[in-house]
């Protein structure tokens, strides 16, 4: 590691940017970065236009399974408590709160989110659209135990939807999924939406589409990830210097998405050093695991959950799965 004149000026770390500078200087080495660092406001807004697009089908087919079959899950599970990780704007949830609201008034909808700013939006939203819930969100990093509050009387519906487990490896996704289980009581429930591997129905070029859009909104999220590094690390990425890309990894049974260096480059970390790049070279920045039910139930197993129930589209691309904690 090398010293560099510019940290000499630069006020005292705090704890939180110390971690965050070594964890960036760690995955600089490695060439692999943590997606979580994609999420800003303005990478949040980015995903959700991305779920938009014609090529994303996963955010279409989940949302056609919900309003399938929403209704009939609320009235057998009728949650007191539902907990979405990774809310977001909640758009497909509403599908949920709907049947909810009307099975259960005055439950509780937790959402969970990393983006403070994104989720006190999403919350003044729903608010306002469903006065017959509580509406109670809380900041949470899913890296992180979970320590949800006491929100009261369940059951709980542990919501986890848009294949967002497959952004984590396998023994990271079986944590999360072990985290979730920790905060389970007898009687509640999980629902997961995963997105299933290429299959006779559906084709890897279909696949990979879904993460190299035609628009370009896909590039620029990726991209994104790099100014939110230089604000909130005070690294000096050039964005414009890193094209996208993303492919299907099929030994891995997953997409992996890249940024690409486009010509020679060098990235400072302040207080760490710099990180040279040459032409071609890479950084993977996010993956995301495609499912079958042999792999979530590995999962579940570990994490002490058994599948309780699988729902899939018709056309094989996509599933709901249930689960519930093993006896």
């Given amino acids: 590691m090398t010293s560099d004149p510019r940290t000499a000026t630069q006020p005292p770390e705090t704890q939180e940017l110390r971690e965050l500078r070594d964890e960036v200087w760690a995955g600089l080495e490695a060439r692999a970065l943590s997606s979580r660092w994609f999420y800003d406001h303005r990478g949040s807004e980015l995903f959700e236009a991305i779920t938009r697009l014609p090529e994303y089908y996963p955010t279409r087919t989940e949302r056609s399974l919900l309003e399938e079959h929403a209704a009939k899950w609320m009235a057998e599970l009728r949650p007191g408590i539902v907990v979405e990780l990774g809310a977001?704007?909640?758009?497909?949830?509403?599908?949920?709160?709907?049947?909810?609201?009307?099975?259960?008034?005055g439950a509780v909808y937790v959402p969970l989110d990393v983006s403070a700013a994104f989720l006190d939006a999403t919350a003044r939203e729903l608010r306002a659209e469903y006065p017959d819930l509580r509406i109670e969100?809380?900041?949470?990093?899913?890296?992180?135990?979970?320590?949800?509050?006491?929100?009261?009387a369940g059951p709980t519906l542990f919501a986890f939807l848009g294949s967002t487990l497959g952004n984590f490896g396998p023994e990271a996704a079986a944590g999360l999924l072990g985290r979730i289980r920790a905060e389970m009581d007898v009687g509640d429930t999980v629902l997961l939406g995963v997105d299933l591997r290429p299959g006779p129905s559906k084709s890897r070029a279909e696949l990979e589409a879904a993460y190299n859009d035609s628009q370009g909104v896909t590039a620029e999220f990726n991209r994104n990830m790099l100014h939110v590094l230089n604000e909130r690390a005070g690294t000096d990425f050039d964005p414009v210097a890193f094209r996208h890309r993303a492919f299907y990894a099929e030994a891995d049974g997953r997409i992996e998405m890249h940024l690409v260096a486009g010509e020679p480059t060098r990235v400072h970390v302040p207080g760490r050093g710099s990180v040279t790049f040459s032409r071609g070279e890479s950084?993977?920045?996010?993956?995301?695991?495609?499912?079958?039910?042999?792999v979530i139930d590995d999962l579940f197993r570990a994490a002490g959950l058994e599948r309780t129930a699988w729902v899939p589209d018709g056309r094989g691309r996509y599933a709901m799965v249930f689960a519930r904690p093993r006896a």
């Fill in 137 to 152: 969100p809380e900041v949470a990093d899913l890296l992180h135990p979970l320590d949800i509050a006491d929100h009261g």
């Fill in 88 to 105: 977001g704007s909640a758009r497909k949830t509403r599908i949920l709160l709907d049947a909810l609201q009307r099975e259960r008034p």
């Fill in 283 to 294: 950084i993977r920045t996010e993956i995301s695991a495609k499912y079958d039910p042999r």
